[in-house]
């Protein structure tokens, strides 16, 4: 199974950005939809972006959308979330996780709960906003 490291978090003030990284650890990463979620300890893990296994389509969750942006670069099995106008209430760990099965749309992993159990997680990668 494909391995996942999430890089780019860290400690910004309100109204930064950031931009996080997931890479995959073998080209089979590039044949899957991928998307990024977060946690906390007071929330269930949610549901953030997606984009598909092409990166023709994206599709984002309410909570932040407007904000962020998903991207993907194939050649190096690389899904980017460019964050902006952070807030304090996104601060989580955000993860990435491929789609169960390959070659679908971005609109895919929104029908699938944020805890299912055929995602896949890295270590995840920490932000915090100050205020």
């Known amino acids: 199974q494909v391995q996942l490291v999430e890089s780019g978090g860290g400690l910004v003030q309100a109204g930064d950005s950031l931009r996080l990284s997931c890479v995959g650890s073998?080209?089979?990463?590039?044949?899957?939809?991928v998307g990024w979620f977060r946690q906390t300890p007071e929330r269930e893990r949610e549901y953030v972006a997606a984009i598909s296994w092409t990166g023709s389509s994206t599709d984002y969750a309410n909570l932040m959308k407007g904000r962020v942006t998903i991207s993907r670069d194939n050649a190096n099995n690389t899904v980017y979330l460019q964050m902006n106008a952070l807030a304090p209430e996104d601060a989580a760990v955000y993860s990435c996780s491929p789609f169960p099965h390959p070659y679908t749309t971005a609109g895919a992993m929104g029908f699938l709960p944020a805890n299912h159990p055929h995602y896949r997680w890295g270590q995840g990668t920490q932000v915090t906003v100050s205020s």
């Open positions: 073998d080209n089979t990463f590039r044949d899957y939809a």
